[in-house]
T-cell receptor
Framework: ETGVTQSPTHLIKTRGQQVTLRCSSQSGHNTVSWYQQALGQGPQFIFQYYREEENGRGNFPPRFSGLQFPNYSSELNVNALELDDSALYLC???FGGGGYTEAFFGQGTRLTVV | AQRVTQPEKLLSVFKGAPVELKCNYSYSGSPELFWYVQYSRQRLQLLLRHISRESIKGFTADLNKGETSFHLKKPFAQEEDSAMYYCALSVNTGGFKTIFGAGTRLFVKA
């Protein structure tokens, strides 16, 4: 059984560019949630995908979009990057949608926007 | 709007002392509450959830709906308990989301 893996671990982008972050869910899980964690803050919920459909969304603008694939891996896309998008992006996989089962977190992708 | 408040950014206690990490939430429905922990250089991981009413590593948390609180407690702190602790609330209001508090760093001194 493999854990949740995210790629890349670090990246630097220029303001206005687009970025794609990737997450491989834990074996047997069909749900992926994405979070943004700014320095000194708790994780902020971006959205969740359950069986390839968006199952919930936090207070993030439409330039934050996602995708879940048939193997339940997921992507987070951010368009028109802003300096404030600099943060640690976490994904978490779980089984069954919602938030009522244990979520297993990845190590995160550190995004720096310059 | 739903919210989770952890009033203490840092809590420092001596080994063997009791510890209580505070968590208050605002949500009008029936809450699903969790405590997550992040040890140094490790990933965020679930510590416990209120629905299972279990004790993990000596920690317990009781949901108090009247006070809208879900404080985390341990009677005798250990050095290995030093970590970042996050309280989280899961809600479904026409779409699912999980709201995390800002976290409390617990430091257990020898």
């Amino acid at each position: 059984e493999t854990g949740v893996t995210q790629s890349p671990t670090h990246l630097i982008k220029t303001r206005g560019q687009q970025v794609t972050l990737r997450c491989s869910s834990q074996s047997g899980h069909n749900t992926v949630s994405w979070y943004q964690q700014a320095l000194g803050q708790g994780p902020q919920f971006i959205f969740q995908y359950y069986r390839e459909e968006e199952n919930g969304r936090g207070n993030f603008p439409p330039r934050f979009s996602g995708l879940q694939f048939p193997n339940y891996s997921s992507e987070l896309n951010v368009n028109a990057l802003e300096l404030d998008d600099s943060a640690l992006y976490l994904c978490a996989s779980s089984f069954g949608g919602g938030g009522y089962t244990e979520a297993f977190f990845g190590q995160g992708t550190r995004l720096t926007v310059v | 709007a739903q919210r989770v408040t952890q009033p203490e950014k840092l809590l420092s206690v001596f080994k063997g002392a009791p510890v209580e990490l505070k968590c208050n939430y605002s949500y009008s429905g029936s809450p699903e509450l969790f405590w997550y922990v992040q040890y140094s250089r490790q990933r965020l991981q679930l510590l416990l959830r209120h629905i299972s009413r279990e004790s993990i590593k000596g920690f317990t948390a009781d949901l108090n709906k009247g006070e809208t609180s879900f404080h985390l407690k341990k009677p005798f702190a250990q050095e290995e308990d030093s970590a970042m602790y996050y309280c989280a609330l899961s809600v479904n209001t026409g779409g699912f989301k999980t709201i995390f508090g800002a976290g409390t760093r617990l430091f257990v001194k020898a």
